[in-house]
């Protein structure tokens, strides 16, 4: 059906041929060798990997968390969240813009601890790009933070899936997790910071707003 092809498709192909190609090699293909065949009909009907294993082998809570994260993106983007909350970021305008881009990073960073990476980019990224032309400022100089920002997830095992996977082993409780991470987040904000407006702004012209961005922001916004 037309809008359901992917990448994900030929990777899903190939997984399930994984159930259905055998594990061991036919009797019928040892017919030419000198060897008989020593395998049972039933072994060679085995397939390379049971439904049994693949649900003890895939950690099915990853895979919710992280399937999760991009259906509350779409979610925010079908049910106009995204817009609302880009009204309610507006009075930022009159503020300095490097203090909107801190805030934002703080935003981004806060949000990035309950759903997944690439959610919360795209939830954000329409949201900063209508601020951004609002105010008159590079769009970049406020998206480059905040993409870097959502990967500074280091408080909850919902955050990203590294996290999860350190969690699932129940060594460490969530209150351990956030202790550790706390001040990560803060050294990571501080850097991102200091490191955006002392090589970024002039390695990128961030200062200067771009002929583009008043044509393709537009697009952007738009649901």
Request: aromatic share 10%; hydrophobic share 50%; net charge neutral.
């Amino acid at each position: 059906r037309k809008g359901y092809k992917s990448d994900a498709t030929s990777a899903i192909l190939f997984g399930f041929l994984l159930f259905i190609i055998p594990g061991r090699k036919p009797s019928w293909w040892c017919c030419r060798s000198k060897e008989k065949p020593r395998s049972s009909a039933a072994a060679e009907s085995t397939p390379m990997i049971t439904w049994k294993e693949f649900e003890e082998c895939i950690p099915w809570h990853i895979v919710v968390l992280v399937g999760g994260g991009f259906a509350l993106a779409k979610g925010c983007e079908v049910s106009g969240l995204s817009v609302w909350v880009g009204k309610k970021m507006e009075p930022l305008s009159s503020l300095p813009v490097w203090v909107i881009v801190l805030i934002v990073c703080l935003i981004v960073t806060s949000v990035t601890e309950v759903a997944s990476n690439p959610a919360t980019i795209t939830i954000f990224q329409p949201i900063l790009s209508s601020l951004a032309e609002g105010i008159g400022v590079n769009p970049l100089l406020v998206i480059i933070p905040a993409t870097i920002s959502a990967s500074c997830a280091f408080l909850l095992p919902v955050a990203n899936p590294p996290n999860a996977i350190v969690f699932s082993y129940g060594h460490l409780t969530v209150p351990d997790m956030m202790k550790a991470g706390l001040g990560t987040n803060l050294i990571s904000m501080i850097a991102l910071w200091f490191g955006l407006y002392t090589w970024g702004v002039p390695m990128f012209d961030l200062n200067s707003f771009p002929d583009w961005a008043s044509h393709n922001t537009s697009a952007v916004v738009t649901p």
